[in-house]
């Protein structure tokens, strides 16, 4: 989930609580009009893991609509995915219907003790409880296995990229930008039990005006705005796109931000 304000382990709150379960009602939405990843990134992870997708046991949790759970499939990876959210799930089930997906998430994994070689989290481990999820992360590897986390953040050297980012700040009265910015193993893995290496990729897509708009729409900090204030930041927005992007094609520039870390090859 591309999402402003969700880097960083979010507080339990009634706030907390009611953006992540804000995509289940935009579920669609999501699946239609979010970014995917780029094929380097997916290089990167099986270089830093040190072994392929291929053939290897993923479990991609918070799989959502199964964006990446589609990729690491496509490499011939044996994914079974999980999810909590009940239309996300459906909107998986009905994209994907042959990969296997369970119910339940990162802090209580519905997994068996040292069961896959991969474990992915694509724009999902912000909300998890590291607490919790590191300890279920490494219960659930195989020894040897790789924990890899993953978000897409804007690329705020963009200069029309970094005005649209002021703009959601002042809409919200956040500095979420700066959470962006500050993603690494320190926020991840704030008791530093990991030891995650981090890798950057820059990627770029070419997206009509409405899809650009009903991406940035499908954040849960818009879900869980209010519909007249949400309609209202849209409208403007697109006027100050088109005046970037007058044919109405933007072009939305991204780095993903890879965090891994391997599990001992010895139990």
Known sequence: MTTHGAIRPPAR?????????SFNAAAAQYAANRPSYPP????ALEELADRPLAGSRVVDVGAGTGIATARLHARGAHVIAVEPGAGMAAE??????????????????????????F??????WHWTDPALAVPE???VLRPGGALALWWNTEALDVPWIAAAARRIDRHFDLDLSAEKRNVGPGTADPDGRLGLARREI?????????????????????LTDTGVRRAAFLAEERRH??????DGVV?????????????????
């Open 13 to 21: 709150s009634a706030t907390h609580t009611a953006r992540a379960h």
């Open 40 to 43: 380097a990134l997916f290089d």
């Open 92 to 117: 998986f089930r009905r994209t994907l219907p042959d990969v296997p997906m369970v119910r339940g998430k990162g802090d209580a994994l519905p997994l068996a003790d040292h069961s896959a070689d």
């Open 119 to 124: 474990l992915t989290y694509a724009q999902a």
């Open 137 to 139: 992360a490494l219960r």
């Open 202 to 222: 820059r990627w770029s897509r070419r997206v009509p005006v409405d899809v650009h708009l009903a991406n940035v729409a499908s954040h849960s900090v818009f």
């Open 241 to 246: 796109l088109l005046d970037v992007f007058p």
């Open 251 to 267: 072009e939305e520039t991204y780095v993903v931000v890879l965090l891994l870390a391997r599990t001992p090859v010895t139990a």
